[in-house]
């Protein structure tokens, strides 16, 4: 009973909906003439770019909250260290171009007076091995602390509440200069990429369809494992975690594993929002952060991959809308969300608009306690 | 209405003080001949026989002397220029140009008046010291034991054989240990100068156990070789005593840090507790995660602010007035969230989590915006302020103090809560099995209700303590909730023991770290001794027992 991965409609009309966002945006951005009312700046180019990563966290959130039912407090750790791991890539990129003009060391340790590169700074100049420290440092330290938890069963709200520790340690050990990831500061004034300017049009668009390619892959990953067979265990966990594991199923694994992916995704999604953004800096391991994701997929509907989608875009659009517009109103308006979905739209948008939509024969499994 | 300076009450005090001491007559009766013409001959008199008047003023043993004394010290004795009578003065707050005057026999006020008529008794150098003796000696037979304290270490700070000799002829009769002590220590010091080895000897061994900084400096430098190859102390004997006694005294200031390091620890762990223990009862009792718990922190700590507002004449009571304040607030305020939104919830902790954290974020707003961002300025008053000095290398303030007293007593009050009233065990019984109790009669709406009231009302008290220790700002309960968090789990979900025990050696932990790693590493290091903890006893420290454990 294996499921295409297109077979879900909310699927397929999310996946064109990227397809069309990506040409749409990448075609508007090349119109000549910023007067043209059809031109798409760079700024509103940039802005989509970051809420397409925040999509791909969301997914990532998603994956493990909506279809194993771990709620994890702490997956902005994973994209912080995604995003650390391709900062430390641009950092060494800079070469001479930095203030201090050192080859080799950054700015922030010529001026913390360091005489060498740290060793875990080294290897980073080169972009492969950046790409797979990339996903290599989320996933092990998922793959430790998911081991340790999983193993000792810590389920729950305990889970939610160590992960919550953690990112709050790392968000401490990394404003510590002595770290060597650029204290309170982190990293920024990034240069190029791969040789590339990182300012040039020609760049951003690039990113900015690889990060949608990003995006799209995530989503079809994603859809495959949920509708593969383990993805039905997973489920399984989730409803009923002693029947699964008394059915046989080595629950242990599965959750460790789809945990671990999650970290990568999570991870990857970090690296693709520094090399947009051109800054990374420890307030992204704020517990507070990693809170707002989970919302956004309780906002967008959990449990189904698209609904994260929708929620990352629905709350970051308003965020910058209201913190532009109307500043007071934006943590009256996010604190009235949290409330209100929780309260009255448990399935998010899009369980609303699935219920009054076409196609009501379509079975929408309902969680029971995450 | 001028304001009664403080400088003039202190010596009238100590006035009568002495006076007591020395079975004088009191102030105001027939004054003993010779006050008045002493007094009379000082304006005169030169720098010389100024000297001869200070003590023969000394040996009338008279209590009103001390006063004169001090104000001739404080270049506040005055003679007036058409009678040469002798005043104490004082500048007058309302007319710069006039002198408030005391009459130095009677210690009554003597109307004021310009200062154009008067001339200041004159003192040198070498008189000021000599006043300062005096005082001193006077204070030296006070019956209050703090002020002949004060007065010893006055006259160690210059002795010469006459200063000590009076140290030595009252440490005879003196019998409180502080005071003698001092008494000691202040002449062994000194007779580490003197010529005879034998002495030096006898005073490094009574040393052994001082810890007057001064007693460690001097010892060290006995000990200590110069350039050339000599030591600071020459005999050898006397040598190997003085590293025996730095021994021994650094064995002891090691001890006495031990003790500090321990209760700043605990004072530190009692925020902690405080901190967590509201949540102890909402999540712990309850399994109901709130994440606005820092929130009504913060609100109880704005209601200090308020409270403080609004009774600016008696700050000192504001902080005893706010207590109850804030737990009816953040109570009242508590209630409003269960019936609201934590009802409609139950039984689904993760939506809880949510939902509350939408709250948090109302009220920092809601704060901010009637408040503002900025932080908001609550006064300690002054019976929180102030340090504890146990020994020359012990002090605490009290503030550190009353956090751990109070969080004590907050905490046996919230167990007698739980385990005494009906309230209590409606609580646990709704906790372990909801259907019977309800079965039984009990109304769990009302006691989730109040149950939830009890937390965040406890979580306002703890606001109150907060305020007098950090930053009242909006983003103050942020700062605590995952700590608190972690306190609830690492102590065991559902045993406020647990909370107790579990803040206060995390808080031990955390400064017995400090000093090797720095304060941020310390607590990167806790938590992730915390998070390693909680994943080896997922239940913690003392795990609860029976079926609720397994909900």
């Given at each position: 009973?294996?499921?295409?991965?297109m077979?879900?409609?909310?699927?397929?009309?999310?996946?064109?909906?990227?397809?069309?966002?990506?040409?749409?945006?990448?075609?508007?951005n090349?119109?000549?003439?910023?007067?043209?009312?059809?031109?798409?700046?760079?700024?509103?180019?940039?802005?989509?770019?970051?809420?397409?990563?925040?999509?791909m966290?969301?997914?990532?959130?998603?994956?493990?909250?909506?279809?194993?039912?771990?709620?994890?407090?702490?997956?902005?750790?994973?994209?912080?260290?995604?995003?650390?791991?391709?900062?430390?890539?641009?950092?060494?990129?800079?070469?001479?171009?930095?203030?201090?003009?050192?080859p080799?060391?950054?700015?922030?340790?010529?001026f913390?007076?360091?005489?060498?590169?740290?060793?875990?700074?080294h290897?980073?100049?080169?972009?492969?091995?950046?790409?797979?420290?990339?996903?290599?440092?989320?996933?092990?330290?998922?793959?430790?602390?998911?081991?340790?938890?999983?193993?000792?069963?810590?389920?729950?709200?305990?889970?939610?509440?160590i992960?919550?520790a953690?990112?709050?340690?790392?968000?401490?050990?990394?404003?510590?200069?002595?770290?060597?990831?650029?204290?309170?500061?982190?990293?920024?004034?990034?240069?190029?990429?791969?040789?590339?300017?990182?300012?040039?049009?020609?760049?951003?668009?690039?990113?900015?369809?690889?990060?949608?390619?990003?995006?799209?892959?995530?989503?079809?990953?994603?859809?495959?494992?949920?509708?593969?067979?383990?993805?039905?265990?997973?489920?399984?966990?989730?409803?009923?975690?002693?029947?699964?594991?008394?059915l046989?199923?080595?629950?242990?694994?599965?959750?460790?594993?789809?945990?671990?992916?999650?970290?990568?995704?999570?991870?990857?999604?970090?690296?693709?929002?520094?090399?947009?953004?051109?800054?990374?800096?420890?307030?992204?391991?704020?517990?507070?952060?990693?809170?707002?994701?989970?919302?956004?997929?309780?906002i967008?509907?959990?449990?189904?991959?698209?609904?994260?989608?929708?929620?990352?875009?629905?709350?970051?659009?308003?965020?910058?809308?209201?913190?532009?517009a109307?500043?007071?109103?934006?943590?009256?308006?996010?604190?009235?969300?949290?409330?209100?979905?929780?309260?009255?739209?448990?399935?998010?948008?899009?369980?609303?608009?699935?219920?009054?939509?076409?196609?009501?024969?379509?079975?929408?499994?309902?969680?029971?306690?995450? | 209405?001028?304001?009664?300076?403080?400088?003039?009450?202190?010596?009238?005090?100590?006035?009568?003080?002495?006076?007591?001491?020395?079975?004088?007559?009191?102030?105001?009766?027939?004054?003993?001949?010779?006050?008045?013409?002493?007094?009379?001959?000082?304006?005169a008199?030169?720098?010389?026989?100024?000297?001869?008047?200070?003590?023969?003023?000394?040996?009338?043993?008279?209590?009103?002397?001390?006063?004169?004394?001090?104000?001739?010290?404080?270049?506040?004795?005055?003679?007036?220029?058409?009678?040469?009578?002798?005043?104490v003065?004082?500048?007058?707050?309302?007319?710069?140009?006039?002198l408030?005057l005391?009459?130095?026999?009677?210690?009554?006020?003597?109307?004021?008046?310009?200062?154009?008529?008067?001339?200041?008794?004159?003192?040198?150098?070498?008189?000021?010291k000599?006043?300062?003796?005096?005082?001193?000696?006077?204070?030296?037979?006070?019956?209050?034991?703090?002020?002949?304290?004060?007065?010893?270490?006055?006259?160690?700070?210059?002795?010469?054989?006459?200063?000590q000799?009076?140290?030595?002829?009252?440490?005879?009769?003196?019998?409180?240990p502080?005071?003698?002590?001092?008494?000691?220590?202040?002449?062994?010091?000194?007779?580490?100068d003197?010529?005879?080895?034998?002495?030096?000897?006898?005073?490094?061994?009574?040393?052994?156990?001082?810890?007057?900084?001064?007693?460690?400096?001097?010892?060290?430098?006995?000990?200590?070789?110069?350039?050339?190859?000599?030591?600071?102390?020459?005999?050898?004997?006397?040598?190997?005593?003085?590293?025996?006694?730095?021994?021994?005294?650094?064995?002891?200031?090691?001890?006495?840090?031990?003790?500090?390091?321990?209760?700043?620890?605990?004072?530190?762990?009692?925020?902690?507790?405080?901190?967590?223990?509201?949540?102890?009862?909402?999540?712990?009792?309850?399994?109901?995660?709130?994440?606005?718990?820092?929130?009504?922190m913060?609100?109880?700590?704005?209601?200090?602010?308020?409270?403080?507002?609004?009774?600016?004449?008696?700050?000192?009571?504001?902080?005893?007035?706010?207590?109850?304040?804030?737990?009816?607030?953040?109570?009242?305020?508590?209630?409003?969230?269960?019936?609201?939104?934590?009802?409609?919830?139950?039984?689904?902790?993760?939506?809880?989590?949510?939902?509350?954290f939408?709250?948090?974020?109302?009220?920092?707003?809601?704060?901010?915006?009637?408040?503002?961002?900025?932080?908001?300025?609550?006064?300690?008053?002054?019976?929180?302020?102030?340090?504890?000095?146990?020994?020359?290398?012990?002090?605490?303030?009290?503030?550190?103090?009353?956090?751990?007293?109070?969080t004590?007593?907050l905490?046996?009050?919230?167990?007698?809560?739980?385990?005494?009233?009906?309230?209590?065990?409606?609580?646990?019984?709704?906790?372990?099995?909801?259907?019977?109790?309800?079965?039984?009669?009990?109304?769990?709406e009302?006691?989730?209700?109040?149950?939830?009231g009890?937390?965040?009302?406890?979580?306002?008290?703890?606001?109150?303590?907060?305020s007098?220790?950090?930053?009242?700002?909006?983003?103050?309960?942020?700062?605590?909730?995952?700590?608190?968090?972690?306190?609830v789990?690492?102590?065991?979900?559902?045993?406020?023991?647990?909370?107790?025990?579990?803040?206060?050696?995390?808080?031990?932990?955390?400064?017995l770290?400090?000093?090797?790693?720095?304060?941020?590493?310390?607590?990167?290091?806790?938590?992730?001794?915390?998070?390693?903890?909680?994943?080896?006893?997922?239940?913690?420290?003392?795990?609860?027992?029976?079926?609720?454990?397994?909900?």
């Amino acid at each position: 009973m294996h499921e295409s991965p297109m077979a879900d409609r909310g699927g397929r009309w999310f996946l064109w909906a990227l397809l069309d966002t990506a040409m749409a945006v990448h075609l508007l951005n090349g119109l000549p003439g910023a007067q043209s009312a059809m031109h798409l700046s760079n700024y509103t180019m940039n802005l989509i770019g970051k809420y397409m990563t925040y999509a791909m966290l969301a997914i990532a959130v998603d994956l493990i909250w909506g279809y194993c039912g771990i709620l994890s407090l702490g997956h902005g750790a994973f994209f912080a260290l995604g995003g650390y791991a391709m900062g430390m890539y641009l950092m060494r990129q800079i070469g001479t171009r930095g203030v201090y003009g050192d080859p080799v060391l950054p700015d922030f340790m010529i001026f913390l007076n360091w005489k060498e590169l740290p060793w875990f700074w080294h290897g980073f100049e080169s972009f492969p091995y950046a790409l797979l420290m990339i996903l290599l440092v989320p996933a092990a330290l998922a793959l430790v602390f998911g081991f340790l938890a999983v193993r000792a069963r810590v389920s729950g709200v305990y889970f939610s509440i160590i992960t919550q520790a953690l990112t709050y340690a790392l968000m401490l050990a990394f404003f510590r200069n002595d770290m060597g990831f650029g204290g309170n500061n982190g990293f920024t004034d990034f240069k190029d990429i791969l040789g590339f300017n990182l300012q040039a049009p020609g760049t951003r668009i690039v990113l900015f369809l690889v990060t949608s390619l990003g995006l799209g892959a995530t989503y079809l990953l994603c859809r495959y494992v949920v509708s593969s067979r383990a993805g039905r265990v997973i489920e399984a966990i989730r409803d009923a975690e002693s029947r699964a594991r008394f059915l046989g199923y080595r629950v242990e694994s599965y959750k460790l594993w789809v945990f671990v992916l999650s970290a990568v995704i999570a991870g990857l999604a970090g690296a693709l929002y520094v090399a947009q953004i051109g800054i990374i800096n420890p307030s992204e391991f704020s517990p507070t952060n990693s809170i707002e994701i989970v919302i956004w997929v309780a906002i967008g509907g959990r449990g189904t991959l698209y609904g994260a989608v929708v929620g990352a875009f629905l709350v970051n659009f308003a965020k910058t809308y209201f913190t532009g517009a109307l500043p007071s109103v934006w943590l009256y308006a996010l604190g009235g969300l949290f409330i209100g979905v929780t309260l009255f739209l448990p399935h998010g948008v899009v369980g609303v608009i699935r219920r009054v939509g076409p196609n009501k024969g379509e079975s929408t499994k309902i969680m029971g306690s995450a | 209405m001028p304001r009664i300076r403080p400088r003039l009450i202190f010596p009238a005090l100590l006035l009568l003080l002495t006076g007591a001491s020395l079975a004088e007559p009191p102030v105001g009766a027939d004054t003993k001949p010779g006050l008045p013409s002493l007094l009379a001959a000082l304006p005169a008199a030169s720098y010389a026989d100024k000297r001869l008047l200070i003590q023969q003023m000394l040996a009338l043993r008279d209590p009103r002397v001390r006063a004169v004394l001090q104000a001739f010290l404080a270049d506040a004795l005055v003679a007036r220029t058409r009678d040469q009578h002798v005043f104490v003065a004082e500048a007058s707050e309302d007319h710069p140009d006039q002198l408030q005057l005391t009459d130095p026999l009677t210690a009554a006020s003597a109307g004021a008046e310009s200062s154009d008529d008067f001339a200041t008794i004159g003192v040198n150098n070498q008189l000021r010291k000599e006043l300062r003796v005096a005082l001193a000696q006077f204070d030296l037979a006070s019956l209050d034991q703090s002020v002949r304290l004060a007065a010893v270490k006055e006259m160690l700070r210059a002795l010469d054989p006459r200063t000590q000799q009076m140290l030595r002829d009252r440490l005879t009769q003196e019998r409180e240990p502080s005071v003698r002590r001092e008494i000691q220590v202040g002449l062994a010091l000194a007779d580490l100068d003197s010529d005879e080895a034998a002495t030096r000897l006898a005073a490094v061994t009574e040393l052994s156990n001082s810890l007057n900084p001064d007693v460690y400096n001097r010892l060290s430098a006995m000990i200590q070789k110069s350039g050339n190859g000599s030591y600071g102390e020459a005999d050898a004997n006397v040598r190997a005593a003085a590293a025996r006694s730095l021994r021994s005294i650094e064995h002891y200031r090691s001890f006495y840090a031990a003790i500090q390091t321990l209760i700043y620890g605990l004072s530190q762990g009692s925020v902690l507790v405080l901190a967590a223990i509201g949540l102890a009862i909402t999540f712990g009792v309850m399994g109901v995660i709130n994440m606005a718990h820092g929130e009504l922190m913060m609100l109880g700590a704005y209601t200090t602010y308020v409270v403080q507002l609004l009774m600016p004449e008696h700050i000192g009571a504001s902080i005893i007035v706010a207590i109850p304040a804030a737990f009816l607030v953040c109570g009242i305020a508590g209630v409003a969230i269960e019936r609201g939104i934590v009802r409609h919830l139950y039984g689904r902790p993760l939506e809880t989590l949510l939902a509350t954290f939408g709250v948090s974020l109302i009220l920092q707003q809601a704060v901010r915006d009637i408040f503002s961002a900025n932080n908001r300025p609550v006064i300690t008053p002054e019976w929180l302020a102030g340090t504890l000095q146990i020994n020359d290398v012990l002090a605490i303030t009290y503030n550190r103090l009353y956090i751990i007293v109070f969080t004590f007593a907050l905490f046996l009050g919230l167990l007698a809560v739980m385990k005494r009233t009906r309230l209590g065990l409606e609580v646990r019984a709704v906790a372990q099995n909801r259907g019977m109790a309800k079965a039984m009669g009990v109304r769990t709406e009302w006691v989730d209700a109040l149950t939830f009231g009890l937390g965040s009302g406890i979580a306002g008290i703890a606001g109150v303590a907060l305020s007098q220790l950090t930053n009242v700002g909006p983003n103050l309960g942020q700062n605590y909730i995952v700590d608190s968090f972690m306190v609830v789990v690492f102590g065991g979900v559902g045993n406020l023991w647990g909370t107790e025990v579990g803040g206060n050696s995390l808080g031990v932990a955390n400064k017995l770290l400090e000093p090797y790693t720095g304060a941020v590493l310390a607590k990167i290091l806790v938590l992730v001794f915390l998070i390693l903890f909680i994943q080896r006893r997922p239940r913690g420290l003392f795990p609860q027992r029976g079926r609720s454990a397994d909900a």
